[in-house]
């Protein structure tokens, strides 16, 4: 039965440490890894988690766009479970959209990505998918891809003045 994982908050080390790559995603500790974030992620209105927010330093991470009460406006898509993933190449168009995180609450922040960008990964089944990602998706991808190099959204800020509090946001895009 997968379980609710402690999610690390800002400030524990395995949040700004470079994940290592998977070995072998048929591993059942790395099944039964990928099946705890799935819920945890959903338990927490995530719309993706990476494997350091649950105290593994992993390249592995879900992504799992749905609209929910922390992402009224986010589009629907099957939870995915991306392994080793890499960002291939991107978009010089960027756009600015609201991130928040589950490691770092009660704050959300406007942060520029790449609209577009091509990542591939391994499948949990093992099978290496190549893809192309836009807007949202392509967002979820990216702050979850910092998550495994160390970084967290606050770190991609233009300006401080770009955070706001969780309440004044849900104020904002409501
Ligand atoms: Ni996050």
């Known amino acids: 039965m997968p379980i609710l994982r402690q999610i690390a908050q800002l400030g524990q080390p395995v949040l700004r440490e470079p994940a290592r790559s998977v070995a072998d995603p048929a591993d059942p500790a790395i099944q039964a890894l990928i099946d705890d974030l799935l819920v945890t992620a959903e338990d927490a ?6 494997a350091p927010q649950v105290y593994e330093p992993l390249a592995l991470f879900i992504v799992a766009s749905r609209p ?5 406006h986010a589009p629907a898509m099957a939870p995915t479970a991306m392994i080793n993933p890499e960002l291939v190449w991107t978009s010089e168009e960027t756009e600015t959209g609201w991130e928040g995180c589950l490691s770092v609450p009660g704050l959300r922040g406007l942060v520029p990505r790449h ?15 190549e893809e192309e990602l836009s807007d949202f998706i392509a967002r979820v991808f990216q702050h979850e891809y910092d998550h495994i190099h160390g970084l967290v959204f606050i770190d991609r800020v233009a300006s401080t003045r770009d955070l706001v509090s969780e309440k004044e946001y849900l104020r904002i895009v409501s």
Not at 45 to 50: D, K, Q, S, T
Not at 68 to 72: E, M, S
Not at 115 to 129: A, D, E, F, H, P
């Open 45 to 50: 209105n995530g719309v993706g988690i990476a």
């Open 68 to 72: 929910n009460p922390r992402y009224p």
């Open 115 to 129: 609209r577009r960008i091509g990542v591939s990964y391994m499948s949990r089944t093992g099978k290496l998918c």
